[in-house]
Nanobody, 116 residues
Framework: QVHLVESGGGLVQAGGSLRLSCAAS????????MGWYRQAPGKQRELVAV???????NYADSVEGRFTISTNNAKNTVFLEMNSLKPEDTAVYYC??????????WGQGTQVTVSS
C-alpha cells in the first residue's frame, strides 16, 4: 500500500507562484510514475503533469511552460512548481501514484486558489 500526503497549496494572486509537495510512504517500490491532477468545481479531474522513474515528464497543454514537475533523489517525493499562475488554475490538486502492478493511489488533495 502507498500513502500520499500533499502540502503547499494556498491562496496566491494571479502571476504568482506556488510549490506543491507530495510525500509517498509505504510500498514506494511499486510506483512506476507519480503525477498531479486537478479538479475545479463543476469540472472533471484532469491530468496536470506526470513524471516516471527515469525522469520523463508529460504536461497538460494548459500548464506547459509554467509548471515543472520533479522528484527527489529517492523518488519518493514529487514536487510541482507552479509559476505565472492564472485564475483558471484554481482547483483542488491531487497527487497520484501509478504502479507497475496493483492499485493506483491518490492523496487527499490540496486547494490552490488564484485570485485575479
Amino acid at each position: 500500500q502507498v500513502h500520499l500526503v500533499e502540502s503547499g497549496g494556498g491562496l496566491v494572486q494571479a502571476g504568482g507562484s506556488l510549490r506543491l509537495s507530495c510525500a509517498a510512504s509505504g510500498s514506494t517500490f511499486t510506483i512506476k510514475a507519480m503525477g498531479w491532477y486537478r479538479q475545479a468545481p463543476g469540472k472533471q479531474r484532469e491530468l496536470v503533469a506526470v513524471i516516471n522513474r527515469v525522469g520523463s515528464t508529460n504536461y497538460a497543454d494548459s500548464v506547459e511552460g509554467r509548471f515543472t514537475i520533479s522528484t527527489n533523489n529517492a523518488k519518493n517525493t514529487v514536487f510541482l512548481e507552479m509559476n505565472s499562475l492564472k485564475p483558471e488554475d484554481t482547483a483542488v490538486y491531487y497527487c497520484h501514484s501509478a504502479p507497475w502492478v496493483g492499485p493506483e493511489y491518490w492523496g487527499q488533495g490540496t486547494q490552490v486558489t488564484v485570485s485575479s
